[in-house]
């Protein structure tokens, strides 16, 4: 039972434009939800978190929009360029349980074009 | 500061062949983690280490030990390597502050069994 799931597989958008990163989620007990990003042959990176207390968290160029009744989750990049180039994984925990552990989707795929 | 350390980088195995992957940390961190990457199954927990001297169980464990050797090292011992465990293998670590829960990412070990 897939509890993160990521459900485009790849999205590709023009540079400049905006890139929309989706996520759904089932475990209500989860209070925690991050990004990653993901280079070819190289570890995946923190991108950006937000808690279930708050419903944006923006950084840069990069802004996590979080609805919890829906259980829902999105990425928002803006504008996008080439390098953003890579794939996105969703992941979440639940930081009331025994350790910290994430659940990872199975990832999206952006291609920026130029 | 290397951050998180992962040799081999790649390694080709015959079915029934034993091997460790060898992980380090040198940020002080008190947990790691071993994950495997899959086309189309995102980023699957194996075991993980909540602090130096304990291990236990994440998602797909099985034909899997593990050993924290230390607190910087965390090694992955496949025992007898199927085809199943062809893959690419990530470890992980986290501080466990409890208001982050990021895990910082080793680059990978790309794992081909015959």
């Known amino acids: 039972d897939q509890q993160v799931k990521q459900n485009s597989p790849s999205l590709s958008v023009q540079e400049g434009r905006i890139s929309i990163l989706n996520c759904d989620y089932t475990n209500s007990m989860f209070d925690y939800f991050l990004w990653y990003k993901k280079y070819p042959a190289e570890g995946p990176t923190f991108l950006i978190s937000?808690?279930?207390?708050?419903d944006k968290n923006e950084d840069g160029r990069f802004t996590v929009f979080l609805n919890k009744s829906a259980k829902h989750l999105s990425l928002h990049i803006v504008p996008s360029q080439p390098g953003d180039s890579a794939v996105y994984f969703c992941a979440a925990s639940d930081r009331g349980g025994a350790t910290n552990k994430l659940i990872f989707g199975t990832g999206t795929l952006l291609a920026v074009q130029p | 500061n290397a951050g998180v350390t992962q040799t081999p980088k790649f390694q080709v195995l015959k079915t029934g062949q034993s091997m460790t992957l060898q992980c380090a940390q040198d940020?002080?961190?008190?947990?790691m983690y071993w994950y495997r990457q899959d086309p189309g199954m995102g980023l699957r927990l194996i075991y993980y280490s909540a602090s130096e001297g304990t291990t236990d169980k994440g998602e797909v464990p099985n034909g899997y030990n593990v050993s924290r050797l230390n607190k910087r090292e965390f090694s992955l011992r496949l025992e007898s390597a199927a085809p199943s465990q062809t893959s690419v293998y990530f470890c992980a670590s986290s501080r466990d502050d409890i208001n982050t829960d990021t895990q910082y990412f080793g680059p990978g070990t790309r794992l081909t069994v015959l």
């Open positions: 937000i808690s279930s207390i708050k």
């Open positions: 940020m002080n961190h008190n947990s």
